[in-house]
């Protein structure tokens, strides 16, 4: 009689998620008064962030602040259908409560959408809101963890990601939309980016390079700051993106290092 097999299946240090459940802190608010009073500016908003909110959006406290609206991130997935077809892969570094990651799967623009969120409430949410708008089952490959650890891991270390998140880095395009906090965001005229917290533009640059990556950021940033981040010989589109008259925010392209004018 043989032996049972002692060998182990290989472990990864990230794996792709599976399909979270919905908890306490998961909510689908229905009227202003269930709603704490720093997030009603933006439940009075809900149907301009999610227009399908009624249909069952759920979402976290924490993650109302930083949900793009549904206009702006429907315009972003459009203008980001131009980029180079041979880029087939995207990373959403921070999905929050799904809003960018449903915009990019319904565009219909990429083979895989790898979507990375460290909060499980938070990743709950976004699966479920994926679900509410039709994006199709293993349209977005859902990661819970830290984006910056997947990045290091997929740059340097990729043997020791799961198979199912390992991706080609020439073929594969990065959008960050990180929190905004730090002090002047909402006030200063130009906003220094080095004062973005918990992250701030250097860092998000140095965990999206050598990739082509978008970073959205606040409307009143330093573009300044944005232009010395241009590989050599290459610009920096920035595109301001507003919805009734007003701007939200700004999204910088940047091109992947390595790359000459004469190769694009």
Known sequence: MSKPSTRHSPSFTIEPAEKLELTDECHHYQERHEVNWDIQKYFA????????????????????????????????????????????????????????????????????????????????????????????????????????????????????????????????????SPPWGGPGYRTDEVFDLHNLQPYNLDQLHAACSPMEHALYLPRTSDIRQIAKLAPSGRKIEVVQYCMEGASKAMVAYIPEKGVTVADT
């Open 45 to 176: 908003q809900r149907y301009s962030i999610f227009s399908w909110y009624d249909e069952g959006i759920y979402m976290t406290d924490d993650a109302w602040f930083g949900v793009t609206p549904e206009p702006v991130a429907n315009h972003v997935a459009n203008d980001m259908y131009e980029i180079d077809s041979k880029k087939t892969t995207l990373v959403d570094m921070f999905a929050g409560a799904g809003g960018n990651t449903i915009a990019f799967a319904l565009s219909g623009r990429w083979e895989r959408i790898i979507s990375i969120e460290k909060d499980a409430a938070t990743l709950a949410c976004a699966q479920h809101n994926a679900e509410v708008y039709g994006v199709e089952p293993g349209a977005i490959t859902w990661v819970h963890g830290d984006s910056f650890e997947y990045l290091d891991s997929l740059k340097h270390r990729p043997e020791e990601l799961h198979p199912g998140i390992r991706a080609d880095t020439d073929a594969t395009v990065v959008f960050a």
